[in-house]
């Protein structure tokens, strides 16, 4: 009889042996996942970022600290949020781990060092305020300034997402976009004289200084940018002979002059906005060059840059050095301006 119960027992054990692998089996599918160990669904998340001019990812390169926000896109509520930084963002195939429940969602993403240094990202339950504001200085009349060289930001979106409740791993890419640009400006005597970086002094006044969730600009206050860093530097000019007779005007004399250089590092740059850059002459006091800065970033576009549409061209290019002429009374020869490689030669010197 035992011999009995015993082959009876080995008999039911297998069986429901069986019927657990085939209820497992029936519920994956017939897959088992080996990497994952059960049937859940698992959510990674990658970032691009190649919204620049070489049009190639260079997240692994430039970003190294990330928040991710994921939102429902029912209620518009923050369901999950989640940081990372440091050397795992520098690993070429980088992703982040997400864990919620199956769902629809919009993936936002502050990131860089500048969404914890230069600026500040609104800690919020709800969508509509994650909203990034520079850590701009207050002087005692109100106005609002910005002295540093800021760190970089980052920003990307995805609009409806769908978490699938389907086992395996499922990849969401957010792609990034810069907000942070550094106009650099070389300020050059033709005539040869000394060119004293305290003679002068360079700003750039915005109303960029607020982002909203969506990475648009909210009217907020002008702030002004000054220049974090100046310098004296020599370069070299080909000028017309200034002799006389057609010998003398189809030869050119190479002149060593003295320059200025100048970097201002502002937020985002948009086309519907009207930043100005000033220099002025510290000597009087006079404003010296007064120009918008969005009609010449636009106009350092190169040939094969042509079709891009503005904005989009605003938001791959983050630096635009711009060159800027004195004469021997420290004037700016305001019909000439070199923005990038190119040379422009203006029509209407009131500007």
């Known amino acids: 009889m035992k011999q009995i119960a015993n082959i009876f027992n080995t008999v039911k054990t297998r069986i429901a042996a069986a019927l657990m692998l085939a209820i497992a089996m029936t519920s994956c599918h017939g897959m088992i996942f080996r990497d994952e160990g059960d049937c859940d669904p698992y959510y990674k998340v990658r970032f691009v970022y190649d919204m620049n001019m070489k049009f190639a990812d260079a997240f692994h ?24 930084s440091g050397e795992a963002l520098n690993t070429q195939g980088y992703m ?3 864990d919620v429940a199956p769902g629809n969602y919009t993936l936002i993403a502050w990131a860089g060092d500048g969404h914890r240094t230069s600026f500040s990202v609104s800690e919020n339950d709800w969508r509509d305020n994650l909203q990034c504001k520079l850590n701009h200085k207050r002087l005692p009349d109100g106005s609002a300034h910005s002295y ?29 976009v810069k907000d942070t640009n550094t106009i650099r ?17 360079f700003s750039i006044t915005d109303d960029n200084a ?11 206050e002008p702030v002004t940018y000054h220049a974090w860093h100046t ?7 080909i000028l017309p002979s200034s002799g006389t007779g057609s010998r003398a005007e189809n030869t050119e004399n190479y002149q060593k002059c003295s320059a200025v250089v100048a970097e201002i590092s502002v937020s985002r740059l948009m086309t519907h906005r009207n930043p100005v850059l000033r220099i002025n002459r510290t000597t009087d006091n006079k404003t010296i060059v007064t120009i918008p800065i969005i009609d010449y ?7 094969d840059n042509l079709s891009i549409p503005n904005q989009e061209y605003l938001d791959r290019q983050d630096t635009y050095p711009m060159t800027f002429f004195l004469d021997e009374r420290d004037e700016w020869i305001s019909s000439y301006i070199c923005i990038g490689a190119w ?9």
Request: net charge negative.
């Open 148 to 176: 540093d060289n800021l760190d970089r930001l980052y920003y990307g979106k995805l609009d409806t997402a769908e978490f699938t409740d389907e086992q395996g791993v499922h990849v969401f890419t957010v792609p990034l």
């Open 210 to 220: 607020f982002l909203d969730w969506d990475n648009s600009l909210i009217d907020y």
């Open 61 to 84: 390169v430039e970003v190294n600290d990330v928040t991710l926000y994921v939102i429902d896109n029912k209620t518009g509520k923050v369901v999950w949020q989640k940081r990372e």
């Open 185 to 201: 400006i070389i300020l050059q005597h033709l005539s040869g004289n000394h060119v004293d970086k305290d003679d002068f002094t």
């Open 343 to 351: 040379k422009i030669v203006l029509q209407n010197s009131e500007i």
């Open 231 to 237: 310098d004296e530097a020599m370069a070299g000019i």
């Open 297 to 303: 970033c636009i106009m350092s576009k190169s040939y």
């Open 96 to 98: 982040m781990d997400v």
